[in-house]
């Protein structure tokens, strides 16, 4: 049973999303701030090429973001930007010019157990999302989207091989953890990041202060054995198991005009990615997992998000944590 005071919280947070879904309705401007001080014709060229990257990958025209462009153009002459930015403009989001572009415009911080309260109450769904599985298909489908170099989809992995063992699903072993037969899990982790997304499938990261471990990853860590380190740190690395290696898969994917991948998902996490965006690109990026989630399926996403679709989901609570949940009938 919910408490009082959830409840009201859970009113509250209802309220707050139409809200922001009322303004996001307000008709389209991309540029929402003003430069102070002097403007030339380089401030142009920023604002046109930043609209373009907005169109390519949601990446939001802010002032932090134009500011980061002028200086890394600096000592571009205004004819060479002039001619960069009317190139780009003519090329698409795969163009390697664009992914240079797009990743040095990104952040790429994550690490294993991240948000942690939203990961426990995750957790504590998933003995009933196995009991769901073991009544239609036998198969848990979870997608992890800006997932950076993979953190977040071994996580995801870990906590749900943790559930399936202890729902009796699948047994741990010295050697790993074993499925029942007929079970399935998938955990695919994408990204629009080519240099995020080819440090993950390997799953070796390293430790440390602001590393891939933080004290929140700790319950995880029995799924990321002891490797020598490649760097000369003087620290432990740690990788990702075998088991978690086996489930998770890594594929690119740009939330602005990427094929979402079939069939439906148990779960879709996007989680602080789409804070970067345009209030127009994640509106359009939830249209994206609308297509993604299974009736009675979770949405979880960051801890500012507003949810696009109020009426498509169910908002579920836990303390310091929100996760949405398909209602069923909304396919
Ligand atoms: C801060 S990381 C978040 C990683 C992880 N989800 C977490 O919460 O720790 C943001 C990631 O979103 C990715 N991203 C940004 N725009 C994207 C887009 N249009 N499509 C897919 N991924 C995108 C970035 O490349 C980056 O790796």
């Known amino acids: ?27 389209e401007r991309r540029v929402l701030f003003e430069f102070s001080g002097h403007r030339d014709r380089r401030h142009e060229f920023v604002l046109r ?3 373009a990257a907005e169109e390519r ?35 698409p989001a795969v163009d390697p010019e664009w992914l240079r572009l797009i990743e040095s415009l990104t952040v790429h911080e994550t690490y294993v157990m991240r948000d942690p309260h939203q990961f426990a ?13 073991s009544a239609r298909s036998y198969h848990l489908r979870f997608w992890s989207v800006g997932c950076a170099t993979g953190e977040e989809a071994y996580s995801i992995a870990a906590l749900a091989l943790d559930a399936m063992v202890a729902a009796g699903r699948a047994t741990a072993t010295d050697d790993g953890i074993t499925l029942s037969r007929p079970w399935q899990l998938e955990v695919i982790g994408s990204d629009i990041s080519r240099q995020a997304l ?8 390293e430790t440390g202060p602001l590393s891939s471990f933080r004290a929140e990853s700790v319950p995880l860590l029995h799924h990321f054995p002891s490797t020598p380190s490649r760097e000369e740190t003087g620290r432990m690395s740690r990788v990702a198991s075998e088991t ?20 439906l998902f148990d779960a879709v996490f996007c989680r602080n990615v789409l804070i970067y965006f345009s209030d127009r690109a994640r509106r359009h990026a939830q249209d994206r997992f609308d297509q993604a989630v299974r009736p009675g399926g979770l949405l979880l996403l960051g801890p500012t998000d507003p949810l696009a679709h109020v009426d498509a989901y169910e908002t579920l609570w836990a303390p310091g ?8 009938g909304d396919a």
């Open 244 to 263: 978690l290696r086996r489930v998770v898969r890594f594929e690119r994917f740009n939330i602005m005009d990427g094929e979402v991948p079939a069939p």
């Open 121 to 133: 109450f995750f957790s504590a769904l998933l003995p009933e999302m196995i009991e769901q599985a």
């Open 49 to 51: 090429l930043l609209i």
């Open 198 to 205: 080819a440090r993950a499938p390997e799953g070796v990261y």
């Open 321 to 328: 944590a929100i996760i949405y949940r398909r209602r069923i």
């Open 57 to 91: 990958a949601g990446i939001d025209v802010s002032r932090s973001n134009a500011e980061k462009l002028l200086l890394t153009f600096q000592n571009k002459s205004s004819a060479d930007l002039d001619a960069y930015t009317t190139r780009l403009e003519s090329l």
């Open 1 to 27: 049973m919910a408490q009082p005071i959830e409840r009201t919280l859970a009113k509250l947070q209802s309220a707050m999303n139409a809200h922001r879904n009322d303004l996001a309705r307000e008709p």
